[in-house]
């Protein structure tokens, strides 16, 4: 069984806390995992997920699952700042040895992974992201008559489940970024970030789900001209990040462990 350390402070000027999973065999050569709620940046907590984080830690990993800031009363980019933060912190706390980064991975479902994919690009650690959302400027640019909504079907009569996807993803990114300006859309976008340091990434996506497959596959393309190394994969059906997730733990692990094996 893992032991469970709650609430523990990384960031008191925002009160921003992380839960820590640790697995029975503990030691100073433990894996690290940091693992990144979803819930569209204004909804979502580390307690949703606290059975993935005792699977986590029964794989072995030492996991931490922090909690950031949520839209509209902070808004972008105060989620991918306290992401930056908790890297920092956790590489310079009492968890962490010297060279430690070398033993950190994460994954991150939905937004989370999106917030992955900066922290990937600043501290190298291998990610793995689950239906990350990674295009946003020219999304809202072409979807200009959808009307925002996060929950579609009830507020608005949707039926189709595209369209009740498009009024999420408009609702999200707005509420995230508080203005449909296009530069602030802009620095959104996942290539948009310092990807200086991303190193071994496999994003995981379904074929037609809230995430649109054709932006994952621009910034494949745009990651690929750039010759960084990912691995793409694409399950059937319309499941979004923790809707397959659990069915494809495996998977996510073993491409990290394997990383990890590479790094030594």
């Not at 990040?241 to 462990?257: R, V």
């Amino acid at each position: 069984m893992a032991i469970i350390r709650n609430n523990i402070i990384y960031d008191s000027k925002n009160n921003l806390a992380t839960d820590i999973y640790y697995p029975n065999d503990t030691s100073s050569s433990t894996k690290i995992l940091i693992f990144w709620h979803g819930g569209g940046w204004f909804r979502g907590n580390k307690e949703s997920v606290k059975s993935l984080g005792i699977s986590l830690a029964n794989a072995g990993f030492m996991t931490f699952i922090p909690e950031y800031r949520l839209a509209p009363a902070n808004l972008f980019p105060a989620a991918h700042d306290d992401a930056l933060h908790f890297a920092d912190w956790l590489l310079h706390s009492q968890y962490t040895d010297a060279g430690d980064e070398e033993n950190i991975v994460q994954i991150g479902a939905s937004v989370g992974g999106t917030m992955a994919l900066e922290v990937a690009g600043k501290y190298g650690f291998p990610t793995v992201t689950w239906s990350a959302p990674v295009e946003f400027s020219n999304w809202i640019k072409n979807h200009q008559d959808v009307k925002a909504s996060p929950a579609g079907k009830d507020e608005l009569g949707l039926t189709k489940r595209s369209d009740i996807n498009q009024a999420f993803y408009k609702y999200f990114t707005l509420t995230y970024t508080g203005t449909s300006d296009s530069q602030v859309l802009q620095k959104l976008d996942v290539m948009h970030y310092d990807l200086t340091k991303l190193d071994k990434l496999m994003m995981i996506n379904s074929a037609d789900e809230l995430t649109p497959l054709s932006s994952v596959l621009d910034f494949i393309k745009f990651l690929a001209a750039k010759q960084h190394e990912i691995e793409l994969l694409v399950i059937k059906g319309h499941g979004h990040a923790m809707d397959y997730g659990i069915d494809y733990l495996d998977e996510s692990l073993d491409f990290l462990y394997q990383t990890i094996k590479r790094q030594k």
